[in-house]
């Protein structure tokens, strides 16, 4: 019989990765919460740690290839060696722990954006994968950016189910694929109009695919789940603005979901943009024991947010407000367990990674190195802005402004790069 799956959701502050260089501080970030988390030994037994979606970003799409071929993508790759590493040094701390992470990928084509994806990670191995196969209607219309392509294989792939250490089978979700489980068991199905571009299983492209085609994948899909009797899912989700703007998102996103898990234990992670919960019993991103009648109360859906047990917030030496939350979620058999007012061990840890938004800052001009936070003068020698360091060649410096990180890549001489203040160290 299976013991109660226990989880650890880490929400950051900031946005999904938006260029492969940012793995770079992200790798940082990832390990000095895994550090964190470590130290919790008084947490006792955990199944997973989840992280957000779009968290790290791949050099290329992987769609389109096959399940061998994936893996070694992924497994080569600069993310695929951090999380290898992180994932052993977790499962040292707590044995059998699954590093879950959500992934975006680099467009395949001008035509298309790239894929997006949750994978799994247990003592130094890739465990499981899933591609986002229920996009939203956002992710096809092509109104704002390049519209995504699915993935008949990825409906039933086997390998988006992960055996918890538990027992538990957990269910790897890109995003909105929460929505996807919620109509499987009789939900709004209007989310299958958002499939617009579909690869079939012959790798021929169907777009689009008819309403009788979409019908049948939703059909696999709920096959797939009910017979491999999932009752976990972890989902990352790429953002939300702050706090309360995720009220929609949990009551018929994750609690339906939980729902249509007979009451499983659904669990979400975000990039909280502007800021995180303060409180962490606050916009928990969960839901447990969810009664079946919630899938048919349409409007009136109740948010049935899951208490966490624990949590740690991290803040950074540049402020008190947190950069990182970890909240610990324990699964249950009722609904009462659900709402239970316990006081919840919160606490708090000032890491000098998790400064500004998680960039490190260098101690002296000449550790200046890619990837670190420094102050740059405009090109109209008007005033100091933040900038990401991309390369150091000699005494130029290649930056782009972090928070305009859509702008062109440029050079700056060493007398026009200064130092960030670092309080803890003075």
Known sequence: MSKLPRIVSA???????????????????LKAMAQAMALRSKWGSVDALLLPGGYFRLEQSIGFLNAEERDHVLTTSFIGQVCNQVSRSL???FPGIAL????????????????????????GKPTGIGLKVFPS?????GKKTAPMRCYAMDYDNPARIITLKSGNKALLCSCYD????????????????????????DGCPVDPPSHRQRRTFLRRWSTFIDASNVNVALTAIHNFEQPGRDLYWQRHGIASA????????????????????????????????????????????????????????????????????????????????????TELLHETVVNRVFNGRGHPLPKSRGRIKAGDLVLAIDDDEIGWFEALVVDVTDRTYIL??????????????????????????Y
């Open 11 to 29: 929400s950051v502050l900031g946005r999904p990765a938006e260029l492969v260089r940012d793995n770079q501080y992200r790798a940082i970030w």
């Open 91 to 93: 499962n040292r701390a």
């Open 100 to 123: 879950v992470v959500g992934i975006d990928c680099e467009p395949p084509s001008d035509q298309f954006r790239g894929d997006q994806l949750t994978v799994a990670w247990r003592a």
């Open 137 to 141: 209607e956002a992710d096809t219309d």
């Open 178 to 201: 929460a929505f996807g489980v919620r109509a499987k068991a009789g939900g709004s199905t209007d989310i299958l109009r958002a499939i617009r571009y579909l690869t079939d299983a």
């Open 258 to 341: 939980s729902a249509a898990l007979g009451g499983g234990l659904v669990v979400g992670a975000a990039h909280y943009m502007e800021a995180l919960p303060t409180d962490p019993g606050r916009s928990p991103l969960a839901a447990c024991a969810v009664p079946r009648s919630h899938i048919r109360a349409g409007l009136a859906r109740q948010a049935h947010m899951l208490r966490p047990v624990a949590a740690v917030s991290l803040t950074g030496t540049l402020g008190p407000s947190p950069k990182a939350l970890l909240r610990l979620f324990e699964g249950n058999d009722s609904v009462e367990a659900s709402h239970d007012a």
């Open 400 to 425: 782009r402004w972090r928070d305009y990180p859509e702008d062109a890549e440029f050079a700056r001489r060493m007398e026009q790069v200064a130092l960030m203040y670092d309080p803890i160290r």
